[in-house]
Structure formats: structure tokens, C-alpha cells
T-cell receptor
Framework: AQSVTQLDSQVPVFEEAPVELRCNYSSSVSVYLFWYVQYPNQGLQLLLKYLSGSTLVESINGFEAEFNKSQTSFHLRKPSVHISDTAEYFCAVRTSGGYQKVTFGIGTKLQVIP | ETGVTQSPTHLIKTRGQQVTLRCSSQSGHNTVSWYQQALGQGPQFIFQYYREEENGRGNFPPRFSGLQFPNYSSELNVNALELDDSALYLC????????????FGPGTRLLVL
């Protein structure tokens, strides 16, 4: 079985400041890793994913995450946040075999302060 | 290309009743998964259907059941509703295959009184 730990439930940050949202996972088998974003009263949108290859993955809106196998981490970073980044962010893991069950973390609420 | 849609958007039921939630998959997707997201929590996997067959299930009791139709739309049925069933129910569609991305619908918010 796999699990995901998001270490911060809320992260306040000033606009244009950098941010890091932390995620650690546990699994006995190979995994795929994801970050999803959820805006108020909406469903989940995929932000970025790691399947294989380069351990650094990027999204189209400036977020990036780095897969660190030795530390079992997949932290999400952005060098300069915008008000529109205010949302809840979920880290998720899926095993590389079998069906597509995704295990989510509890979520981190990012609040960008003007 | 239409995205994943869910109906209804909101629903209020009383304890003991039954409810059916619906999901239309993104065009061409043959796999659908259902998740329950309680307030302040991350989504929890309920089950997955691939080509009309359930091929995976999370830790939910049998009163949570589902169907997938030949057009790959899907239903989630919950019998004997309990207060703790109040949550946002999300469906996600994808192509079959371990590396395929799941695309989520906006969800159905269920309140059980």
C-alpha cells in the first residue's frame, strides 16, 4: 500500500515571493507522482506529473517539482507566486502497475497575500 | 472535445435514503474512477471501472456500488445513506493504462441530513 504525507496544511506567502509545498510518499513498489490543484468549488486539475526520466518536471504556469527517490519526496516549488495561485494543492501517488488507484495527500492550502 | 461532466451538482438526502450520481467521461476514455472527498480531506478512492467491469476498489462498504455503460458513462450508487457520506464525489476518466492521466469532473456535493 502507498501513502502520501503533505507536511503543511496551510502556507501563506506574499505575492511575488517563492513558495515550496512539501510532499513525501511511502510505497514498496515503483510509483508515479502527481500534483493536482483545486480551486474553490471546483474539481481537481492536473498540475504536473512524474512518470519516468528527468526527475525535474515543470508545469505551464511556472510550477516545478523534483522527484527525489532517496528522500521519497516530490516537493512543489514556484519562484514567484501570483494571487491567482491561491488554491488547494494535492500531492498524489499511483503505483506503476495494476489499476489506476490514486492515493492523495490531505492537501495544502496556498494563500497568496497581496 | 468535451471534458468530464457530473450530475447533479448538488444534492440533499436524508439518512437511510439511496442516491445515484452520474458521470460522463471525456470522449474516447474507457476508464472511470470515483473518489469521495470529505470536507478538509484529500480525495479517497472508491472504485474504478474499465470497459464496464470493476477492476479495483478502495476501502468502502458494499453499499457503495457502481456501473459503467457501453458509452463509458458511469453511475455511483450509495444505499442506506449515513451522515458521514456527506462529501464531494468526484469522477475521473482516462484511457486504460498505468501512465494515462486521469481527468476530473467538477464533482457532486452530497449533503446527508
Amino acid at each position: 500500500a502507498q501513502s502520501v504525507t503533505q507536511l503543511d496544511s496551510q502556507v501563506p506567502v506574499f505575492e511575488e515571493a517563492p513558495v515550496e509545498l512539501r510532499c513525501n510518499y511511502s510505497s514498496s513498489v515503483s510509483v508515479y507522482l502527481f500534483w493536482y490543484v483545486q480551486y474553490p468549488n471546483q474539481g481537481l486539475q492536473l498540475l504536473l506529473k512524474y512518470l519516468s526520466g528527468s526527475t525535474l518536471v515543470e508545469s505551464i504556469n511556472g510550477f516545478e517539482a523534483e522527484f527525489n527517490k532517496s528522500q521519497t519526496s516530490f516537493h512543489l516549488r514556484k519562484p514567484s507566486v501570483h494571487i491567482s495561485d491561491t488554491a488547494e494543492y494535492f500531492c498524489a501517488v499511483r503505483t506503476s502497475g495494476g489499476y489506476q488507484k490514486v492515493t492523495f495527500g490531505i492537501g495544502t492550502k496556498l494563500q497568496v497575500i497581496p | 472535445e468535451t471534458g468530464v461532466t457530473q450530475s447533479p451538482t448538488h444534492l440533499i438526502k436524508t439518512r437511510g435514503q439511496q442516491v445515484t450520481l452520474r458521470c460522463s467521461s471525456q470522449s474516447g476514455h474507457n476508464t472511470v474512477s470515483w473518489y469521495q472527498q470529505a470536507l478538509g480531506q484529500g480525495p479517497q478512492f472508491i472504485f474504478q471501472y474499465y470497459r464496464e467491469e470493476e477492476n479495483g476498489r478502495g476501502n468502502f462498504p458494499p453499499r457503495f456500488s457502481g456501473l459503467q455503460f457501453p458509452n463509458y458513462s458511469s453511475e455511483l450508487n450509495v444505499n442506506a445513506l449515513e451522515l458521514d457520506d456527506s462529501a464531494l464525489y468526484l469522477c475521473a476518466s482516462s484511457l486504460g493504462g498505468a501512465t494515462e492521466t486521469q481527468y476530473f469532473g467538477p464533482g457532486t456535493r452530497l449533503l446527508v441530513l
